[in-house]
């Protein structure tokens, strides 16, 4: 095999070489893209999911609502007590009119009695006693019916007052149920409240306590891309090999072969270089692919510990767990519906009784009614008196009839009398029934509308403490540590790798072919030394010296220097830093 | 605001390699291919810290840094060279030159933050 020989054997080692030098530029340089994306990525991953405590934020909304719903309740019940008094006051009134009502009575027995004598003087006097006759009998019959009334009256008010009463017990029944079925739930739904809010902390803490710990995985990143600038060796390492493959390639036969001798002794050299920086390739590539990998399963391994314990975290506390914020959510909305259950039942209990008030308004109206029969049946007693005194002066027969006429008149005006208090006296009465039994229906009206409005509140932001809870327990359990880019990237990386591999036996394949290019050198030089008649050739150093000037890095110098038998200057070490 | 450096080599791994760690560290850095590619950026900002390799095409670190020193922007900017080359001759070719100071490589990435922390602040 000539020069030509060596020519294509150099050319095709050279190409394969280059081929090495720019497929580990694309491996490291795609690293190199990725790398700074995926630690971005970490580093948004870090910084999305902010504590925003918005559960605490809501149920200390609907904990202030609570708040204004007790003290509403409060209110109330101090509403309730005055109205209670005053109805108490009323019962009392009533009273004062049964008195009224038996001085009535008295008045109607004694008029009875009254004409019960006057109907005797009537009978004696014969002829002339006959019109006194029917008008002693119509008193004695007006008389009749006013006594009934009183008994009607006094039923009424006996009536009254035993409604009265139970209405009393019954509003103050019902608000003591409201005040305990309030009790029963603000305790246990503050409960329920605290540990919600302590849940989401706790949830919220955790995941940014993991998501910190996540930041771990930076440091292989970190790590590989700060060897990646190994590329940069490769590629001058092979770029020196690749210079000596073009000497190699240009030697020619046409020269003297003392020349040529020198050129080939010069030559053998060269594979022998170029084989070293191979192996330092390789073992460049092969570090570096260790390297890499070892950060890789650093960093998987680490992002899989922390996705175990992520998951394992989100199960103990959203979930399942003693405490987790779904079952102690669940807890709150039971309390809430059976709250608001009990809520509307007390309210329909409530809405009865003021029914029941009304009718009692009714049952006052009607006694009031009643009562003006009084002045009607006053007036028929002053018409009979009037008929009757008339009748005692027209006939003489009546003369002993006299006093006991006056004493019907005097009768006749203290009806009137009674009866007009009888009327004040029910009247203010039912003048201040009225009012009262309308302040408790506006104070129905408005505890409904408490009511109302709060369990209308209550079930909003139940719904809003839900949503904002699923959404929170979602973006804790949907949520990744790592992002899809990320996980993209680096499941990229390992296959990426993997073509490092391939180099790898690229460049062993080219070592093996430069070894084999050494022994075509070596018989080349071998084969001129016998033309020449020698069994030796001294190297010689200039070109040596022009290739080691031409070479960047030292260990490459240091090597053909040694080859050479010549010295290099000393230099620094990599890594060092010098300022001037 | 972050101080800006121009970190100049042909290769395209030392350039991602440099360019995220001192990013990582709060730089902002303007990547150049080589010396001539590196040339018209120095005429349109002013850099606090130059990092350059020597080896380059078309204009190398060593002509480079003589430029800056002769231009009217960033002429005091300090500049560190970053290369394989290690021996004496070479940096004494690059302190005649006007460079700040010399890195070998491969890098050692707290020493080379450490510098430019340095020399930057």
């Known amino acids: 095999m000539g020069n030509a020989g060596f020519e294509a054997l150099c050319r095709s080692v050279t190409e394969s070489l280059d081929t090495v030098s720019s497929e580990t530029e694309k491996v490291y340089g795609q690293m190199g893209e990725k790398f700074p994306v995926m630690v971005r990525e970490l580093e948004f991953t870090f910084g999305r999911q902010e504590s925003q405590n918005s559960l605490a934020h809501l149920t200390q909304e609907l904990l202030d609502e609570i708040r204004n719903h007790e003290a509403a309740s409060v209110s109330a019940q101090g509403r309730t007590q005055q109205n209670l008094s005053r109805l108490e006051e009323q019962v009392g009134s009533l009273g004062k009119l049964e008195v009224c009502v038996d001085d009535i009575r008295e008045d109607s027995i004694l008029m009875e009695l009254l004409s019960l004598n006057a109907m005797v003087i009537a009978a004696k006097a014969g002829e002339s006693g006959r019109a006194f006759s029917v008008i002693t009998n119509e008193l004695q019959q007006i008389a009749s019916r006013s006594k009934d009334l009183t008994d009607e009256i006094s039923r009424r008010e006996a009536n009254l007052d035993r409604i009265f009463s139970e209405f009393g017990d019954e509003w103050t029944k019902g608000e003591s149920r409201e005040r305990l079925a309030l009790s029963e739930f603000i305790a246990p739904i503050k409960a329920v409240f605290g540990e919600l809010k302590a849940g989401e902390a706790r949830l919220l803490e955790g995941s940014e306590r993991i998501q910190a710990r996540a930041i771990v995985v930076k440091d292989p990143l970190v790590k590989i891309m700060v060897e990646i600038q190994n590329q940069d060796r490769i590629r001058q390492s092979i770029e020196h090999v690749t210079v000596s493959l073009q000497e190699l390639a240009r030697s020619s036969e046409e020269q003297p072969l003392e020349v040529r001798l020198d050129e080939i002794t010069y030559l053998a050299v060269l594979p022998d270089l170029s084989v070293q920086v191979l192996d330092e390739v390789s073992e460049q590539i092969r570090d570096n692919r260790n390297s890499f990998q070892k950060s890789l399963n650093d960093a998987a391994r680490l992002i899989d510990g922390l996705e175990k314990e992520r998951r394992d975290f989100v199960d103990a506390h959203v979930r399942t767990g003693p405490g987790s914020l779904a079952l102690t959510f669940a807890r709150g909305e039971k309390l809430f519906t059976d709250y608001f259950h009990q809520t509307a039942s007390l309210m329909r209990t409530r809405e009865g009784l003021v029914r029941k008030g009304t009718q009692l308004q009714k049952n006052v109206g009607e006694m009031a009614e009643t009562l003006h029969h009084f002045e009607e049946l006053s007036a028929s007693f002053r018409n009979v008196d009037l008929a009757s005194r008339i009748q005692v002066a027209r006939h003489s027969q009546l003369i002993a009839m006299r006093d006991n006429a006056s004493s019907m008149t005097s009768l006749t005006q203290k009806i009137e009398r009674d009866v007009g208090r009888t009327m004040a006296t029910a009247t203010a009465f039912a003048t201040s029934i009225l009012a009262l039994f309308e302040d408790f229906q506006a104070q129905f009206t408005e505890g409904f509308q408490t009511a109302e409005r709060f369990v209308a509140v209550g079930r909003r932001s139940v719904v809003r403490i839900q949503e904002t809870q699923q959404s929170l327990i979602q973006s804790v359990e949907g949520s990744r540590l790592f992002t899809d880019r990320f996980t993209e990237q680096f499941d990229r990386t390992q296959r990426d790798l993997s073509n490092l591999d391939g180099l790898l036996q690229t460049v062993a394949t080219q070592r093996s072919r430069l070894l084999a290019l050494k022994e075509q050198v070596q018989d080349e030089k071998n084969r001129l030394m016998a033309e020449k008649g020698v069994s030796e050739w001294k190297l010689e150093k200039g070109k040596l010296k022009a290739i080691v000037d031409g070479f960047t890095i030292f260990t490459h110098k240091k090597f053909l220097a040694d080859l050479g038998d010549f010295e290099v200057e000393q230099a620094a070490d990599a890594g060092e830093v010098t300022l001037f | ?121």
């Open chain 2, 1 to 121: 605001m972050s101080k800006s450096i121009l970190v100049v080599d042909d290769s395209n791994a030392i350039r991602q390699s440099v360019g995220f760690i001192l990013e990582q560290a709060g730089y902002q850095i303007v990547p150049a291919v080589d010396g001539a590619d590196a040339v018209p950026k120095l005429e349109s900002q002013s850099f606090d810290l130059v990092l350059t390799d020597v080896n380059m095409p078309n204009m190398d670190g060593i002509a480079l840094t003589k430029h800056i020193r002769q231009s009217a922007r960033n002429k005091f900017v300090p500049i560190l060279m970053l290369t394989t080359e290690s021996q004496a001759d070479m940096m004494k070719e690059g302190k005649e030159a006007g460079a700040t100071g010399w890195i070998v490589k491969p890098f050692d990435a707290e020493k080379l933050l450490g510098t430019v922390k340095k020399l930057v602040g």
